[in-house]
C-alpha cells in the first residue's frame, strides 16, 4: 500500500470515530470513555490540535474542540453530557489518581 492510500484510509477511520461518538453514541459520556480506555473526545480534538500545531496551524483548544464536537464545546456539553456520578468520578480517580 502506497503512503497516499494510507493516509487517506486512517483519515476515513478516523472520520468515521468522530460521527460514530459525536452522533452515533452521544450517549456515552466522556468519563466513561476515560475509565474504560484512557481516553475521549477531548484527548481526540486535543490530538487533532496538536497536529494543526505540529503543521505550523494556529489552533487553540476552543477551536479544535468545536471542529472535532462540530459545534462549540459548550453547546455540546448542553445537549448531551450530564453530570458525572460518584461510582463515575471514584472510578477515574482510581484509574487516574
Known amino acids: 500500500m502506497d503512503d497516499q492510500t494510507r493516509i487517506e484510509l486512517e483519515a476515513a477511520a478516523f472520520r468515521r470515530l468522530q460521527q460514530h461518538l459525536m452522533q452515533d453514541r452521544t450517549d456515552v459520556q466522556n468519563i466513561d470513555m476515560m475509565n ?3 481516553f475521549c473526545r477531548n484527548c481526540l480534538s486535543r490530538w487533532y490540535q496538536e497536529a ?3 503543521k505550523g496551524i494556529e489552533m ?3 477551536e479544535a474542540r468545536e471542529i ?3 459545534m462549540p464545546f459548550e453547546d455540546w456539553k448542553d445537549k448531551y ?3 458525572a456520578s460518584e461510582a463515575q468520578r471514584a472510578a477515574f480517580k482510581d ?3
Do not use: M
Open 52 to 54: 494543526a500545531n505540529e
Open 81 to 83: 453530557q450530564t453530570e
Open 95 to 97: 484509574s487516574h489518581g
Open 60 to 62: 487553540d483548544k476552543a
Open 68 to 70: 472535532f464536537y462540530g
Open 36 to 38: 474504560l480506555a484512557g
